[in-house]
């Protein structure tokens, strides 16, 4: 995949044709004159996306702001408002009788699903349990909060996925709203096993002692120099070339969330338990040499010039951007506790006060997490009580909003985040998130469909139908890959059954890996992916929508069919 830049300047331009009109002719016997031709001036206007977060003053959720309410300014020149559209969907009840609708699809990856009365949209939360660089200490305690949310706090038409990360990325469970299920899946993620690491601890008093050997040996305080730059240096380049890959695997890790994610038709918030990783490793490592040789002009100037992690600040970059033109809010869960700071002596001398190499390691991670997180509308939640850090984010996400601005002219990366943003309602302040230009969240129509099956009506007590079909999808328009003797592709089917005015019944998300031989794939001769399942639903009028996306490169569509259920007479 490609390398994206900071801002993407996906632009979605509207045209706006302005008519000069001619003034009516005078009364007489004069003939007319000959009209003016029309004089048409196109204007572009490029539409801004940002994500914001308006609270009060004691930072509860704001959830009836209005468009007119909004103010957003560019070096004090007032741009116009296009839309204001809340994150958490109103509630809307749905007739009781749709509550006997059942979905079932024949492929890998799915999850049962319940379905309670509808009050609202459905909403999908992605559960990372990061457990590779989660406290591995009260585990128990965490998965125990993680289980309370999920029974207790979270809305029942809320689909959940769980996604754990030791290492490797795991699909515990696919999006269901079975709290069952749910619990069941987080329990699994906690009984993994992170890889074997040093403790942050120990890994600092690691770097400390070799610190101390470019002290110089005639001084026993060194003089507050350092005797050798070169071999600070040295040792700063090594220290976080060797914590590199481990930032990489963690970034990686959340960037197949977010594509797991990005396929779906609907909200999608990650909700990540994790203590994260440092972007910027070079940051404890400055900490650290000021602890051993104080914070002379000497170490000001070295940390200047040391900037070891700009390819891990690009990555993070693409990330954010990643997440915003997939529709993805990040909210972070930190329960981790700070370790003790350093005490007792060197070799020569106690360490410098004031400086604490152990905070400093254990905030940078923090700080990228917030980062990441703010940039998507999200927050991150810094507490021992899993289960209360999962409920304050979704209770910031009620307060959520996406922002779209007209703009005249397409802004610099430099300038979008000059855009300010405020509101006219009394005691109420915006935090807005990372701004980008990137068309509507639309899926291309693609060329799929539904062969429907012998339909039965359904036995006493329940009514309606039992309705087989299959899924036909063309691979063509997938951007299957070539990898050895073989064409494959990461897939996302989401299959929504919808009433005849758009509203969500039930839904089933399922992740496919799928292979061609690639000599059937060179020679035209592959069949179409073929996708079982059934329905049961009540008489009604129904749609059934497919969307299928391949996570590796973004590709895909959707495609859908009208259905009516009728069990008193012929099949639909």
Known sequence: MGRMTRQAACLAALTVP?????????????????????????????????????????????????????????????????????????????PAE????????????????????????????????????????NRHRALEGAVRFVREQRRPDDYAAVISFDGEVHLETSFTNDPAAISEALASAYERSPSPSMTMRRRIEDLLRTLEECILDSDPRGAGQIANERCVRDLAVGYVEELKPQVRAWMDALSAVIQFAAGLDGQAVVLSISHGVATRPEMEFIEAVRAVFN????????????????????????????????????????????????????RRSYYYAGFSPIEVAHEQPQRTSLELARATGGDLMITTDVGEGLRRALEVEAGRYLLGVYLDRPLKPKELDRLDVETTRKRTRIRRGLAAYRPPRKFNQIAGRFRFGQTKVLEPPRKGRFVPFVIEIPPRELGYEQASNAVTANLTLHLVVKTAEGRAVTASYHYLSHSYPLEVWRNREEEPLLVRGWLEAPDGDYRLVARVRNARNGRGGEFSTAIRVVSERKAP
């Open 98 to 137: 749709l509550s006997g609708v059942k979905l079932h699809v024949e492929a890998p990856g799915g999850a049962p699903s319940v379905r309670p009365p509808v009050q609202g949209d459905p909403r999908y939360l992605l559960l990372f349990v990061d457990v590779e660089h989660d406290g591995r200490l």
């Open 18 to 94: 302005l008519v000069w009109a001619q003034p009516a002719g005078q009364q007489g016997d004069e003939p007319p004159a000959p009209a003016r031709p029309r004089v048409e001036q196109q204007v572009d206007v490029h539409l801004l996306e940002l994500p914001i977060v308006a609270l009060d003053r004691r930072e509860n959720p704001v959830t009836d702001l209005r468009a007119d309410e909004i103010v957003v300014r560019l070096r004090g020149k007032r741009q116009r408002v296009a839309f204001l559209q809340p994150a958490l969907s109103p509630e809307r009840s749905l």
């Open 295 to 346: 914070n002379t002009d000497q170490v000001a100037r070295m940390q200047i010039s040391l900037d070891l992690s700009q390819d891990l600040q690009k990555e993070l970059d693409e990330l954010k951007l990643r997440a915003l033109r997939a529709g993805v809010t990040l909210y972070f869960i930190d329960r981790t506790v700070r370790p003790p700071g350093l005490s007792g002596a060197r």
